[in-house]
């Protein structure tokens, strides 16, 4: 209300009421890797755009005209085409770490150049990057890609990131690894080290054949980015709470490795590879290739329900709806809400009514039959003929106990005939 004098109608608006839970983005991709940039944009200054800077993609049109077409060595374009081959792609940020002007080659860029971090001017390289896209767009990338994502490093930079933005890092095992090598490398003495339990990677093997663009021969790629696609293809069309399991892969016409799986047998190739926690892909009869399995590296480790993917992701869009619910300003008030609110609800006994109270201390005063309500009168019956029965047995009861003769005159002929008694000079017919 405003302090100075004023006659009339003043009308105050209180945005009060129900607020509605918006939920984020989840087919949004980080993809981090290398990029011919140097087909595309001729000066220094045009390149300097397109290294370590998050690019939104949304088109294969996009996609060239940023990074270039597809050429050997460089794996952005081909992550691309792989997202693309899918669908739509949904949102994808892209972030190049080769510089032409600075690496010879691709073969230059370093595992620390994807790792990256943040350097003395506060500018973010490589996997970091993917921390700044919440200020840049408002929302973070809930996949993360990353070439050299076999290499240990790599991975555990890959999971840490995604750990903190509430994402999955899709990861690779190495190429060239047979089915046992593949599990060996989930313990601690195999060629390949892929001992994690996080519940936040995932790990896939082996690598798919698919065609190469340019030559039109089969070359191999990684399983993770053909499978990113894919999960984008199932959230833009079911929903991040599908599972990405048993649904064909685009543009695979291969596999590195033959995956087995015959229905019902125990002894599949994919049960070898799932129960280790690795992502595999397998074909039968008229199925195409097909991403199959759908847990997380936490599996065997956890029996928790997080380590199925889409029961993870789902929790993570639940967290962080309600996370930036809290933190969007109501009513000129930021963070608004005056405790933590729980994803999980405890039961509580409501308090009994005063009336309920008091009708329990009052039937402890008289006598009750064993079988009767504490919170009912025994002598209160619940439907209407036995209320009937019960006023006529008290009404009877009443007249046993005080007898006829201190009735009315003209009730007392009425109570003997019911009594089966006789009153003297009075025949009962």
Same mark, same amino acid.
């Given at each position: 209300m405003t302090t100075n004098f004023h006659h009339g109608p003043e009308v105050i608006e209180h945005k009060d *009421?129900?607020?509605? &839970?918006?939920?984020?983005?989840?087919?949004?991709?980080? &993809?981090? *890797?290398?990029?011919?940039?140097?087909? &595309? /944009?001729?000066?220094?200054?045009?390149?300097a755009e397109f290294i370590n800077k998050r690019i939104i993609v949304r088109t294969r049109e996009e996609a060239v005209a940023a990074f270039g077409p597809q050429m050997d *060595?460089?794996?952005?374009?081909?992550?691309?085409?792989?997202?693309?081959? /899918?669908?739509?792609?949904?949102?994808?940020?892209v972030n190049n770490v080769f510089d032409p002007d600075t690496h010879a080659t691709v073969g230059d860029v370093s595992d620390a150049d994807l790792i990256g971090g943040i350097d003395a001017n506060g500018v973010a390289t490589g996997m970091a990057g993917a921390q700044t896209c919440y200020s840049r767009f408002g929302y973070f990338p809930k996949l993360l890609l990353s070439a050299g994502s076999s290499v240990p490093g790599v991975r555990v930079e890959m999971d840490a990131v995604a750990h903190k933005l509430n994402a999955l890092a899709i990861c690779d095992l190495p190429i060239g690894l047979t089915k046992q090598q593949a599990v060996e490398a989930r313990g601690t003495g195999g060629v390949a080290n892929a001992n994690t339990s996080s519940p936040r990677t995932i790990l896939t093997y082996p690598h798919v054949k698919v065609a190469d663009a340019i030559t039109g021969d089969e %070359? +191999? @790629?990684?399983?993770? #980015?053909? +499978?990113?696609?894919? =999960?984008?293809?199932?959230?833009? @069309?079911?929903?991040?709470?599908?599972?990405?399991?048993?649904? @064909? +892969?685009?543009? &695979?016409? *291969?596999s590195e490795v033959d995956i087995n799986f015959y229905p019902s047998d125990y002894a599949n190739d994919t049960n070898f590879l799932n129960e280790a926690g690795i992502v595999t892909c397998m074909r039968s009869f008229a199925t195409g290739f097909r991403a199959f399995g759908n847990r997380s590296a936490a599996y065997p480790g956890s029996s928790h329900v997080?380590?199925?993917? /889409? $029961?993870?992701?789902?929790?993570?869009?639940? /967290?962080?709806?309600?996370?930036?619910?809290s933190c969007?300003? %109501?009513?000129?008030? $930021?963070?608004?809400?005056?405790?933590?609110?729980? +994803?999980? $609800?405890? %039961?509580? #006994?409501?308090?009994?009514?005063? =009336?309920?109270?008091?009708?329990?201390?009052?039937?402890?005063?008289?006598?009750?039959s064993p079988s009767a309500s504490p919170r009912i009168p025994t002598w209160i019956p619940s439907s209407s003929t036995a209320r009937w029965r019960w006023r006529r047995k008290s009404r009877l009861r009443k007249e046993h106990n005080h007898g006829p003769e201190n009735r009315p005159n003209h009730q007392r002929r009425h109570v003997y005939q019911r009594h089966g008694r006789e009153r003297p000079g009075l025949r009962v017919r």
């Open positions: *009421g129900v607020s509605v &839970v918006r939920e984020v983005k989840s087919a949004v991709t980080y &993809v981090n *890797g290398t990029a011919p940039i140097g087909e &595309v /944009h001729d000066t220094a200054e045009k390149r *060595g460089f794996t952005i374009p081909q992550a691309l085409d792989a997202i693309f081959d /899918h669908g739509s792609g949904g949102t994808i940020i %070359r +191999l @790629e990684p399983l993770s #980015q053909r +499978l990113v696609g894919l =999960m984008i293809k199932t959230d833009l @069309e079911q929903g991040y709470h599908h599972s990405p399991s048993n649904r @064909e +892969l685009a543009g &695979v016409i *291969g997080e380590n199925f993917i /889409h $029961a993870r992701r789902t929790l993570d869009q639940l /967290h962080d709806a309600i996370t930036f619910f969007a300003s %109501r009513s000129g008030r $930021a963070f608004s809400t005056a405790a933590p609110i729980a +994803l999980t $609800a405890k %039961r509580t #006994q409501p308090p009994r009514s005063p =009336m309920a109270t008091s009708t329990t201390r009052w039937n402890a005063t008289r006598p009750r």
